[in-house]
């Protein structure tokens, strides 16, 4: 399980060992795959490559995850970050669904 966290160190969402994205209301927010996000009614939202820049599903770069959990938006500012298993497809998820 992964938590996604913003800048104030306020969780957002947890990500489950299935992979689904839930908000701390317990709403669905969507699901990640190895290499996709999708919302939550299961429409590609976006994907990340091997390099960590995430991508729409319009294919605009919008933003980065590092190895190590943290997130920018394509300015570079820190949009938050993603603590435990599923730190990168997190953070993509962080870009694309949660913030």
Known sequence: MGNIFNTNNQ????????????????????????DHIYDKEGNKAGYMD????VFNVSGSHIGTVQNTGGVHDIEGHHVGKVVGDHMEMGGAALLLLVR
Do not use: E, P, Q, Y
């Open 11 to 34: 969780k957002l969402a947890v990500i489950r060992d299935d992979g689904t994205i839930w908000n701390t209301s317990g709403s669905k927010f969507g699901h990640i795959s190895a």
């Open 50 to 53: 091997a390099n960590g820049h």
